[in-house]
């Protein structure tokens, strides 16, 4: 979800309302002094997505509404909420739909849905069920001038989900939640959907690896077949403009029996090759069989050994334990790979047979194309044109079946890769759910170790020289440096570890997940506590961050001012109000 523009709604004539602020592709700026409005507008931005902002009295005096567009999947929809103390928001969408909204839980379900968020089942704190909220998220992606910088996740209220800021991680990411109200129901859903994606991965492996031994189309590729139908329409053209005609058609069929030869080259090397596998295939699973049968003697000679009284005298003897279930594990792994080369052994046999059939069929067009330049030589060079056309049009159209062939093999392709990833991400949500021990996905373990790097840079970029680089994440993804947390921390070191961490968090956040929520919101950091030099660093490097993945960085200063580049905006205060003595960025 990306941010177009925001518009605040004066309430009567004498209210305070805005243009529409367009937002900037990459850095957005509101740059005044202080108590000329900036932070109104950017809790309006939270608030318009459900947000629990309180505002100044003068804010629900003055001002009606506030609408908030943005943008999903390229269409946009149109956020409206009334300052109120009541929740009353309106969604305008794409279609013209009008949606609203009085309750959070609602608003929340709908937004999740159209941002591609799971909507999971949670436990309270009292071990009750429920349900995310939006402004449970939210505090990721937007630090509260107040409340935002004194924590690494500081929810309004009270944290009313068990291990909440893990959980709210865990939704942006598209990670298995850490407790499902239903764990169980869960668990069985969760393997059925592994049992299931497995069948398909194996359904679509079969389709592929099939197309793939049918195919006549060789080593090729879509680029080179396109190429090579290209190559002969242009010389038809030629041959139909010709004036030495005989010449022409000899010239033609003499590049295609070149052609042709280059095939039949490309197809015995990789016959050679693939009788060779065969054969190595066939001397591997012989040596694997000697070793099964190996394996098979050592057990027997283990029983006869355990039988005797005098070697293990004692029930329950574990003298050959280790033994024994050494020789199951082998005896398993052997199989499997005995199974493994009879599959490999029956897709080389199949891809074999396809590239003889194909051999026949080339070496039977280059004895014909033979044939027919024979008879160019001696013809008086109008039928010889005239086959040459035929031939280059037979060729064109056999070109253009294997051009199918690819495309056909490129999208099944595709989708067994496709279906390999959703089942992996299946198998990473059933080991989360699966009793005893806790496992701990792939995708997590990945994205903890990717946090804690990138947490060491955000904080060398903003000079935090007085805090351990020795970065350690507990409670899922808070993070300790140097066994120190974070309320340990004290000053305007808090405040830059602060920072640090959450563009090292919105960093991951936006990399392994390309929906959601793709925007920063920073409300004006306490800039006594940070150096102009330091923060300048820090805005220049979400400057690049923005730029390398399409995200949106909207921050409020008052001091410093950042240099705007390409795709950066500055929001000014434009309202000149005597009452205020400044200019503000509401007015009449």
Request: with cysteine; charged share 30%; hydrophobic share 35%.
């Amino acid at each position: 979800m990306k941010l177009d523009s925001l518009k605040v709604y004066a309430r009567g004539s004498n209210g305070w309302g805005s243009s529409e602020l367009t937002f900037a592709k990459s850095i957005t700026q509101l740059y005044g002094p202080n108590g000329s409005g900036k932070t109104p507008l950017v809790q309006s931005i939270a608030f318009c997505l459900g947000y629990p902002c309180e505002f100044r009295d003068d804010i629900y005096v003055h001002c009606e509404s506030v609408e908030l567009t943005v943008s999903l999947n390229g269409k946009k929809y149109k956020l409206k909420r009334q300052y109120s103390r009541e929740f009353d928001i309106q969604v305008l969408e794409p279609t013209g739909t009008k949606q609203r909204f009085f309750k959070e839980g609602d608003y929340s379900r709908y937004l999740f849905e159209i941002f591609g968020y799971e909507f999971p089942h949670l436990v309270t704190n009292s071990n009750t069920h429920t349900h995310p909220y939006l402004s449970t998220i939210l505090p990721i992606f937007y630090l509260d001038q107040d409340i935002g910088y004194t924590d690494f996740y500081k929810s309004p209220g009270s944290n009313f989900i068990r291990d909440q800021f893990s959980e709210a991680v865990r939704i942006c990411v598209n990670l298995p939640s850490k407790n499902s109200f239903d764990k169980k129901k869960s668990a069985i859903d969760a393997k059925k959907a592994v049992e299931r994606l497995d069948n398909k991965v194996h359904r679509l492996k079969g389709l592929y690896e099939d197309a793939l031994n049918e195919s006549e189309s060789g080593k090729l590729n879509i680029v080179e077949v396109d190429n090579q139908i290209n190559s002969l329409k242009a010389k038809i053209e030629e041959l139909k403009s010709s004036k030495n005609l005989t010449l022409d058609a000899t010239d033609n069929i003499d590049r295609l029996l070149s052609s042709k030869m280059k095939q039949v080259r490309l197809l015995k090397e990789e016959l050679d090759l693939l009788e060779s596998k065969c054969a190595s295939i066939s001397t591997i699973r012989s040596e694997i069989e000697v070793e099964i049968n190996t394996l098979s003697l050592n057990e027997e000679a283990r029983r006869v050994f355990k039988s005797f009284a005098d070697i293990c005298s004692v029930d329950g003897c574990g003298l050959f334990l280790g033994s024994s279930e050494s020789y199951g594990k082998n005896l398993l792994y052997l199989k499997d790979q005995i199974k493994d080369l009879e599959i490999s052994s029956v897709s080389s046999e199949k891809r074999i047979e396809a590239i003889k059939v194909e051999l026949e069929t080339h070496l039977d067009d280059i004895e014909t194309l033979n044939k027919e330049r024979e008879n160019a030589v001696d013809d008086d060079g109008v039928s010889a044109l005239v086959e040459s056309i035929h031939i280059s049009l037979s060729e064109i159209v056999s070109l253009e079946i294997k051009k199918r062939e690819l495309e056909n093999i490129s999208v099944l392709e595709e989708k067994y890769m496709a279906a390999e990833r959703e089942r992996d991400i299946a198998i990473s949500k059933q080991e989360s759910l699966s009793s005893g021990i806790n496992k701990s996905s792939i995708e997590l373990i990945r994205f903890q170790s990717n946090l804690k790097s990138s947490i060491s840079n955000w904080k060398n970029v903003i000079n935090t020289k007085n805090v351990s680089d020795n970065i350690d994440l507990y409670d899922g993804f808070k993070a300790s440096f140097g066994g120190e947390k974070l309320n340990q921390i004290k000053g305007s070191t808090k405040l830059i570890v602060v920072l640090a961490y959450h563009a090292a968090l919105f960093e991951q956040i936006v990399k392994s997940n390309p929906m959601g929520i793709r925007f920063l919101i920073l409300d004006t950091p306490r800039q006594h506590d940070i150096s102009a030099e330091d923060l300048d660093q820090f805005i220049k490097a979400l400057k690049v961050l923005a730029d390398e993945n399409n995200v949106q960085v909207v921050f409020s200063t008052t001091e410093y001012k950042y240099e705007s580049g390409n795709g950066d905006k500055d929001w000014l205060p434009s309202y000149d109000d005597e009452s205020f003595g400044q200019t503000m960025y509401l007015g009449k």
